[in-house]
């Protein structure tokens, strides 16, 4: 008996590593070599590529394409149609294969509905990447990022709140009280 959920119409390869209680829904494909943790969430019309990895809690909405060389840690959120490239210069008519880039998206980090992260960058813990931008950088832990190219424009707590920090560099995320400090550009859970 499987530990996980897929639909009837979604299609596994062989080879694959699916956790406890991880949902595949309709019409998505997993393939050979894919790696997806417990508790994960795969919507309708997914692609995840061979050798991705997504570790816990992963929430991927519908119609994602995640491509080789991606690796998402605990708890990152995937939005509707957003999409990875995992080549920095495609061409049809040249193979490269064997010159796919990583991209790692780091424990907690949301991503937006429509946006593409350009392959090669890191998005920081906690950040979150707004709908219909395009990542061609790394983004920082806890940064909101927007636009095409993504620029950064604030800082959000784990709980995805806009953080303002006093004359003190120090903010609380209005949900959960949490304090934060903001020391040098980089921003730390108290």
Not at 112 to 123: E, K, V
């Amino acid at each position: 008996m499987k530990s996980y959920f897929a639909h009837k119409t979604s299609v596994i390869d062989k080879n694959c590593l699916i956790g406890f209680n991880t949902k595949i829904w309709h019409f998505s494909h997993i393939m050979s070599d894919a790696q997806l943790g417990e508790n994960c969430n795969v919507g309708q019309n997914v692609v995840i590529s061979p050798g991705v990895i997504l570790g816990n809690n992963v929430k991927v909405q519908n119609n994602v394409s995640i491509y080789t060389g991606v690796v998402c840690e605990d708890d990152v959120f995937l939005g509707p149609s957003m999409v990875f490239t995992n080549i920095i210069n495609p061409r049809s008519a040249i193979v490269r294969r064997d010159k796919f880039v990583k991209t790692l998206v780091k424990k907690g980090a949301t991503i937006g509905a429509n946006a593409t992260i350009i392959c090669g960058n890191q998005l920081g813990s906690y950040c979150l990447v707004g709908a219909g931008a395009v990542v061609t950088k790394e983004v920082l832990p806890y940064a909101l990022v927007v636009g095409n190219p993504a620029k950064q424009i604030g800082w959000v707590s784990e709980y995805g709140h806009r953080l303002k920090f006093n004359k003190n560099n120090i903010a609380s995320c209005p949900e959960s009280g949490e304090k934060y400090i903001l020391d040098n550009n980089i921003v730390k859970k108290e």
